[in-house]
Every structure is written in structure tokens, then in C-alpha cells.
């Protein structure tokens, strides 16, 4: 009854509620987005992708938020919140609709790849301003919570406008329907800054702190502190232990998103059949993220019961035996069951090393070495993609690389729990 209360109190905040309305906007036009970029690039009729195309994409996705990630932070306490929210959204229109230009012209290669890290590396700017603000909409005290609903509804939102942008494009006709999915993303981007001015231009901060240093400073103190975050880790076996599994649960989980893909584009349907391909995609999509859903739900119910390193063995346990069953049976439902056990695990594994790592480490430290996190959850994926480049086949189907990822699942938990005992 409490959490009820506190929620109804969080969401009667005018001010909260126009903030949380940039994000979702944004974020279901970052579906819609996707939906049409990911259709172009690997589920054209034409072409029959491999591995290398996904890595190629997975690499334009997530590296901007890798490089600039810790970066971010040195021009958000410098310029106006309000004004990064308007104008990083309406930045995006610009690259979006050339892009849409691009899809609907036939282009691939450098060039498109080379536009759309431009359209993706504001979005860095985007969720880093919506963090930092929200403390200046919300009461102290229901900042937790507001931290918890925030990104779970973005969450939401992006796999609406996933779903939305997947039904639409299905029932369209023409050759250039992924061209107006990825032009309707700019419309959605507009509306998501055009939301941001109903707030007050200063209401979001930064606070004015006359003590902060000159930017070409702060960069430079931004890579030693990287640096310090690396060493104080060293200092902290808990936390260095966690990130540890995170990275390798992130690799192994980057293999399966590659095969998944591979799977649903040229395994599970015929070259001419990409609709159907996509659609199923979607469907895995949203069984992964309501394994996330659950792994918000339970992972709390969980610990209380457990410690959080027993529940995390138990987790890569799970995703271990998924891979083998049902896995590899190889059809569309054991796909999707799949996918819901490993959403599941992949969260609560993240949850769980978010909480070790945030009690374990001083605070002093804890900024700088969430930063290393960000860049080594992003990079690892990537890292996966480009080594399911070289290992996993054209349609995705390998036995071998099952056994290899369940092994490695294994193999990650039982080597925690030998770092735990020898501790």
C-alpha cells in the first residue's frame, strides 16, 4: 500500500510527468526508429545478411555510447538541461530524414553507417540529460523510486514503438515503407522536443558551481578518473568480481542476439519471407523484455530470500540450461521461451551487479567506476558481435556454438562461486 502511494504522489508531479513525457516520446520513436533502419539493413528481400552486417550494426548502435559515455557528463553540469533535451531532439530530425532519404534511394555501406552513428550519438546526450534532471522534479525522498520507473517505462515505451512501427510496416504497401517508418521517427523526435519546452528553461539545472573546472580540464580529469575507478577496483574484489561476470554474461548473451537474428532472417523463413522474419523477431524482442520485466519483478522478492552472488550463480545456471533446452530444438516457440529465460536472466544478473557494485565501492569512487561499467557492458556486446562474425554461420543454426555458450554460462558461474569461497 505504500508503494502504491508513493507512486500515486510521484505521477501528481506536474513537473515529473513532463519530463517522463519527453523520455517516453523519445524513446518510442527510438522503436520506431529501429524497426526501420533493421528492416533496411538486414531484412531486405535482396540481400541475405551474414554475421558481419550485424556486427557492423551492433557496432554503429552501441560504440557512441561506449566513447562518449564518460564524456557526457562534463557539458551537462555546463549547459542548461532544458535546452540539451529541445535541441538534442531536434538535432536528430536532420540525420533521421536524411537517412530515410537514404533507404528510400537503395544507399548502404560507409555512407549510411557513417549518418546514422550521428543520429544515434546524441541519444547519449539525451538519456545522460534525462538522468541528470530528474532530481529537479522530484522530492528527495521519492528518488529511488522515480530512478526505478523511469527507465522501466522507456523501456516499455521503446518496445511499443518497436511493436507499433513492426504492425504499421506489415500492413503497408510500396517498396519504400522502411523509408517512412524511418522518416515517422523524426516525427516522433520533434514531438519529444516540442514537450521538453513546456519546461522551465532553468528548472532542470545545472546548479551554478563557480569551483568546477575549465572543460579542457574536466576532460582530461574525466580519463584519470577512469583510470582511478580501474585501480580502486582492484581494491574492491566484490565489485571487480561482478563486473566481471557482467562482462562475460554480456558476451555470451552479444552470440546469442547474433544468432537469434541470423535465425529468425534466414533459418526460420525464406529470403522472400521477410515480413514474416521481422515480425518473429519482434515477437523474441518483447519475450526478451518481458523476461526483463520479471527480472525487475522477482530479483528484489529474491534477494531477500538469497544473497545476491547466489542468485546471480543461479541465474547464469539458468541461462546455462536454456541454450541446450529448449534452444536447441531449433523452432520458433523454443526460441521464444528462450529469449524470455535469458531477458530474465540478463537483468537480473544486471540488477545484481548493479546493487554489489554501488554498496561495495566508496562513494567517492562510485561515479568513476559506473562509467567503467557503461564502457565495458557495450563494448563486450560488441565484442561478441564481432566474434559471432567469424563463428556463427550464415543462418544461425549451430550446435557447436550452443554447447559453447551454455559451457561459457557454466563456467562463468562456477568461477564465481570459486572467488567467492576463496574469499
Given at each position: 500500500m505504500r508503494l502504491t502511494g508513493d507512486l500515486r504522489t510521484l505521477v501528481q508531479g506536474a513537473r515529473f510527468r513532463q519530463l517522463l513525457a519527453v523520455r517516453l516520446t523519445g524513446q518510442a520513436s527510438d522503436g520506431v526508429f529501429q524497426v526501420g533502419l533493421t528492416s533496411y539493413v538486414l531484412f531486405s528481400p535482396q540481400d541475405k545478411p551474414n554475421a558481419t552486417a550485424i556486427a557492423a550494426g551492433l557496432a554503429a548502435l552501441l560504440l557512441p555510447f561506449s566513447i562518449l559515455g564518460p564524456f557526457v557528463g562534463v557539458f551537462l553540469d555546463r549547459w542548461r538541461r532544458r535546452q540539451v533535451l529541445v535541441l538534442a531532439n531536434l538535432a536528430r530530425i536532420a540525420p533521421v530524414l536524411v537517412l530515410a532519404l537514404m533507404v528510400a534511394g537503395g544507399h548502404k555501406g560507409a555512407g549510411l553507417f557513417a549518418v546514422l552513428l550521428m543520429a544515434l550519438s546524441v541519444n547519449r546526450f539525451l538519456l545522460a540529460g534525462l538522468s541528470a534532471a530528474l532530481p529537479h522534479v522530484v522530492a528527495r525522498r521519492e528518488l529511488t523510486l522515480a530512478n526505478s520507473l523511469t527507465p522501466t517505462s522507456g523501456t516499455i515505451a521503446f518496445m511499443l514503438g518497436l511493436a507499433a512501427a513492426s504492425g504499421a510496416r506489415a500492413v503497408m504497401g510500396g517498396g519504400n515503407r522502411d523509408a517512412l517508418v524511418v522518416g515517422a521517427a523524426a516525427i516522433g523526435y520533434l514531438a519529444a522536443g516540442l514537450l521538453a519546452l513546456r519546461l522551465p528553461v532553468d528548472l532542470l539545472g545545472p546548479d551554478v558551481d563557480p569551483a568546477r573546472p575549465q572543460v579542457r580540464r574536466a576532460l582530461t580529469n574525466v580519463v584519470i578518473g577512469l583510470l582511478a575507478g580501474l585501480r580502486h577496483l582492484r581494491e574492491r574484489p566484490t565489485a571487480a568480481a561482478a563486473l566481471g561476470v557482467i562482462a562475460a554474461h554480456r558476451f555470451l548473451y552479444g552470440l546469442t542476439t547474433v544468432a537469434t537474428i541470423l535465425l529468425y532472417r534466414n533459418y526460420f523463413h525464406d529470403a522472400a519471407s521477410t515480413d514474416a522474419a521481422l515480425s518473429g523477431l519482434a515477437f523474441a524482442v518483447l519475450a526478451s523484455g518481458l523476461g526483463f520485466f520479471t527480472a525487475a519483478v522477482v530479483t528484489p522478492?529474491?534477494?531477500?530470500?538469497?544473497?545476491?552472488?547466489?542468485?546471480?550463480?543461479?541465474?547464469?545456471?539458468?541461462?546455462?540450461?536454456?541454450?541446450?533446452?529448449?534452444?536447441?530444438?531449433?523452432?520458433?516457440?523454443?526460441?521464444?521461451?528462450?529469449?524470455?529465460?535469458?531477458?530474465?536472466?540478463?537483468?537480473?544478473?544486471?540488477?545484481?551487479?548493479?546493487?554489489?557494485?554501488?554498496?561495495?565501492?566508496?562513494?567517492?569512487?562510485?561515479?568513476?567506476?559506473?562509467?567503467?561499467?557503461?564502457?565495458?557492458?557495450?563494448?563486450?556486446?560488441?565484442?561478441?558481435?564481432?566474434?559471432?562474425?567469424?563463428?556463427?554461420?550464415?543462418?544461425?543454426?549451430?550446435?557447436?556454438?550452443?554447447?559453447?555458450?551454455?559451457?561459457?554460462?557454466?563456467?562463468?558461474?562456477?568461477?564465481?562461486?570459486?572467488?567467492?569461497?576463496?574469499?
Open positions: 522478492m529474491a534477494s531477500a530470500r538469497v544473497s545476491l552472488q547466489r542468485w546471480i550463480v543461479l541465474l547464469l545456471v539458468l541461462a546455462a540450461v536454456v541454450q541446450v533446452v529448449p534452444g536447441a530444438l531449433f523452432t520458433e516457440w523454443a526460441i521464444l521461451l528462450a529469449a524470455f529465460a535469458l531477458g530474465l536472466s540478463a537483468q537480473g544478473v544486471k540488477i545484481s551487479v548493479d546493487t554489489l557494485v554501488q554498496t561495495s565501492v566508496d562513494d567517492a569512487f562510485r561515479g568513476r567506476v559506473f562509467s567503467v561499467y557503461d564502457v565495458v557492458f557495450n563494448v563486450v556486446f560488441v565484442a561478441a558481435a564481432a566474434v559471432g562474425a567469424l563463428v556463427i554461420p550464415s543462418n544461425g543454426k549451430s550446435y557447436p556454438l550452443l554447447l559453447c555458450i551454455s559451457l561459457g554460462y557454466g563456467a562463468t558461474a562456477g568461477g564465481y562461486v570459486v572467488l567467492q569461497r576463496a574469499r
